[in-house]
């Protein structure tokens, strides 16, 4: 002897309205043999629909037990019952509950889908719909079908896993009587045939007439139960139950997922679209960020290399509108001594040069410019990491001739010769003054500050103070040299210590800036210390005075530069997180009035046997697939924009595939994330709650 297929023991279903309660089904004991026909009757309301739910494990009693095939469905968890819905159970609706807009042999194939067994699942859909005259039919929607064919299609859906039960809740409730008599014709069939168990709901004594049995129903309790004629009694076979494996299982919850996700996002194009507006918006953002703002630290570490290594610069105080300080200092406050002294005396200090600067007219032929000629010392160059193109530097030998020689920065070159010219050995006039020019300056393009640095023509230092800038004796520096114990020599020009190109001191004029070379990166805040004090000494600077000169260290301006150009990144990864939140919290949106819209499709699936991680995983991909598509139109989008930026600002782009890999992940993430609310609220439905939900 073979358990019944149902045994309901005692089972009460409670349905709480306010105050009221009604006891849809009061202390229900029923039992069904394999292979019996059983109608079940009453007038409406009388319970029918409470008890059917509960058999068909959508719903669950309040009191009592219901035990399927021998086991109590009480100690089932969720995804066995989700099995069992898909695979021991087949129900029949009266509202057929097709999955809209969805092939008829796709809607019979589903349950099989659920159950993990994709192997030729749409062939034996195919076969099914054949076996109950829908052949021609397989490719039409829901929506194509007459009433009829669409319940013949949910008939052939709860058949398909060979369940040991068919559930039918009057499914000839929204059919005309000719197809009715079809519909009830082909259950009999089964039943007759196959020997499936039927348990059918109807209020008309037709259709009950076709049944071996009929349970009458009334106020929640059986007011009858009567055997018409005897049911051909069969042996159950066990009850089987596919459990796919893990690969296999695995498969089918990302091809189900997928599906379901890209038919959400087909049918909505346009809704999609503008969901992933925020997360396109951010993730552009983000590349186009990392995109210009490695670049410009790139050209910041550039220039930084070309202000020269551990480098000083000490100027003269420019004065203030205010008029505290005039007289000899206030301009010009900076003299050759001061600089040879800071060279001898600091010990932080590995080298200096020296520059003074006028405007003047250069002449070479029928050209003449106006440019910036500027007398330095020999290491100049050196300090500054300033390199010569073609030709070649000043020599100590130079400044100590005071040779009649020039290099010439490319925007005088382009002046005076021409573009691809070589100047090399040419003689061009400075103030009417011949120098030959020996070298040509590599190109360095515009300073920060805009100013066309390649606009210049050096001298040796000696040569602009004796020729060109007119002889300079300063009363007030030979003065202070001469109090600070510099020994003034009016003899010819000797090299010293002190004086290593022997300039002569009568010459020893103002200068425009003196570069500092540090020894090292290490001692360069001591360097500005040393150098400080010593110009205070040498200038008789009071304590609390201010200096009339200013000692600045070129690497500590760079890296305020390379700040700023962070704090415009900072800005840029504000906008693109706030555009990333916002376009997060838009598909969370959006995915919530979805889980609403398809709140009756999510109940269908349960029904069919969809657990709830299927649910849970089919809404959490279509918000990745959201954020992701939009993710990766962004990346596209961003490296268009840091492309045009870096061409419009002159800067190079760089963009590493870590970057837009990590940002294709982080709008990934962000589907995640907020797509899990909705996802969580729509696995957690109840079954029949979401069948019921208008
Ligand atoms: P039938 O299918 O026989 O027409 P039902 O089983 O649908 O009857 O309903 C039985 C009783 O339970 C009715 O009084 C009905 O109003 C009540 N009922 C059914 N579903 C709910 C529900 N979700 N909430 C509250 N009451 C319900
Ligand atoms: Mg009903």
Redesign the pocket.
């Known amino acids: 002897m073979t358990a019944p297929v149902i045994s309901l023991d005692r089972v009460s ?1 409670l ?3 306010g105050d009221v309660e ?1 006891r ?2 009061d202390d229900v004991s029923l039992t069904v043999e394999p292979g019996e026909f059983v109608a079940i009757m ?12 509960i058999l068909g494990c959508l719903d669950q009693p309040d009191s009592g037990h219901y035990l399927l095939e021998g086991v109590d469905t009480a100690t089932l968890s969720e995804p066995d019952l989700a099995r069992i819905r898909g695979q021991r159970i087949g129900f029949v609706f009266q509202s057929f509950n097709l999955l809209t807009r969805t092939a008829a042999i796709e809607n019979v194939a589903l349950p099989l889908f659920y159950a993990g067994q994709t192997e030729g699942s749409l062939g034996r859909a195919r076969d099914a719909l054949a076996k109950l005259g829908l052949a021609e039919r397989q490719k039409n929607h829901p929506n194509q079908l007459s009433g009829g064919q669409q319940q013949r299609v949910a008939i052939a859906r709860a058949l398909i896993n060979d369940p040991a039960i068919l559930l039918a ?2 499914p000839t409730g929204n059919v005309d009587s000719q197809t009715s008599a079809e519909i009830m014709n082909a259950i009999t069939t089964l039943n007759r045939e196959q020997g499936l168990t039927v348990v059918l ?1 109807t209020h008309e004594p037709d259709m009950a007439a076709y049944a071996d049995r009929v349970v009458v ?1 009334k106020d ?1 309790r059986i007011q009858s139960d009567t055997r018409s004629r005897e049911s051909p009694r069969r042996i159950q076979p066990a009850a089987k139950i596919h459990r796919p494996g893990r690969w296999e299982e695995i498969r089918s919850f990302i091809g189900l997922a997928l599906l379901a996700a890209l038919r959400a996002i087909g049918r909505h194009k346009m809704r999609a679209a503008l969901t992933m507006l925020g997360v396109f918006i951010g993730v552009a953002a983000l590349i186009a960020m990392v995109a210009v703002g490695e670049g410009a630290r790139a050209v910041v570490k550039q220039r930084l290399a070309s202000l020269g290594t551990n480098l000083l610069i000490a100027t003269p105080a420019s004065t203030r509108s205010g008029g505290v300080r005039g007289g000899a200092g206030s301009t010009s406050s900076l003299t050759v001594t001061d600089a040879q002294a800071i060279l001898e005396e600091d010990e932080a200090v590995a080298d200096v040069a020296w520059v003074a600067r006028q405007n003047a007219q250069a002449v070479y032929g029928d050209e003449n410019w106006a440019t910036s000629v500027q007398g330095v010392t020999p290491s100049y160059l050196s300090i500054r990491n300033w390199a010569v193109a073609s030709g070649r530097d000043f020599t100590p030998e130079d400044e100590h001739d005071g040779a009649m020689i020039c290099i010439l920065g490319q925007s005088v070159v382009d002046a005076l010769f021409g573009q691809d010219a070589d100047p090399v050995g040419a003689t061009v006039l400075v103030k009417s003054v011949p120098l030959t020019v020996v070298g040509v300056l590599a190109v360095k393009g515009n300073s920060g500050g805009g100013q066309d640095q390649d606009d210049v023509i050096l001298t040796p230092f000696s040569t602009s103070q004796q020729r060109i800038l007119g002889v300079s004796t300063p009363s007030a520096s030979v003065a202070a040299a001469a109090q600070s114990g510099l020994v003034i020599s009016l003899g010819g020009p000797q090299s010293s210590p002190s004086n290593p190109f022997g300039i002569q001191p009568r010459l020893a004029g103002f200068v425009n800036a003196i570069y500092i070379q540090a020894r090292d990166g290490g001692v360069t805040d001591q360097a500005v210390d040393q150098v400080t004090k010593t110009l205070e000494r040498r200038h008789r600077i009071k304590p609390d005075a201010d200096d009339d000169f200013t000692v600045r260290n070129l690497t500590e301006i760079a890296e305020v530069a390379e700040q700023s150009s962070r704090v415009l990144e900072i800005l840029l990864a504000a906008i693109a997180s706030i555009s990333l939140l916002v376009g997060g919290i838009g598909i969370m949106n959006i995915l919530l009035v979805s889980v609403t819209e398809r709140t009756r499709e999510i109940g269908i699936r349960m029904a069919i046997g969809a657990r709830r991680v299927h649910v849970l995983l089919q809404f959490l991909v279509e918000a990745v697939l959201l954020s992701g598509i939009g993710g990766g139109a962004g990346v596209l989008t961003g490296i268009a924009a840091a492309k045009i930026i870096s061409y419009a600002a002159g800067w190079p782009t760089l963009l590493s595939p870590p970057v837009i890999a990590g940002a294709f992940l982080v709008s990934a993430v962000i589907g995640v994330f907020f797509g899990f609310y909705p996802a969580r609220k729509a696995a957690l439905l109840n079954p ?2 979401a069948l ?1 939900y208008e």
Do not use: C, H, P, Q
């Open positions: 279903r349905y709480r309205l009604v849809a089904l009453g007038t409406s309301g009388s319970g029918k629909s409470t008890l059917m739910n809740d009057e709901v129903l929640g029949i709650d019921r």
